[in-house]
């Protein structure tokens, strides 16, 4: 739930070509899928 918002306010700040792309290699790359999401993670602590 969280990451559609995350990727729709991405996409509003002119960043939805790399957020697309983002989100493809998360569905071909589990791993990088867990880097995202740590960072994601990071991103929401500060």
């Known amino acids: 739930m969280f990451s ?7 996409l ?5 070509m790399a957020m697309i792309v983002e989100l493809l290699f998360c569905f071909f790359s589990p791993q990088f899928f ?11 602590k500060r």
């Not at 559609?4 to 991405?10: D, E, H, L, P, T």
Request: proline share 0%; no cysteine; net charge neutral.
């Open 4 to 10: 559609m918002v995350f990727y729709s306010n991405a």
């Open 34 to 44: 867990e880097t995202a999401v740590g960072l994601r993670d990071s991103f929401r």
């Open 12 to 16: 509003f700040k002119g960043e939805g």
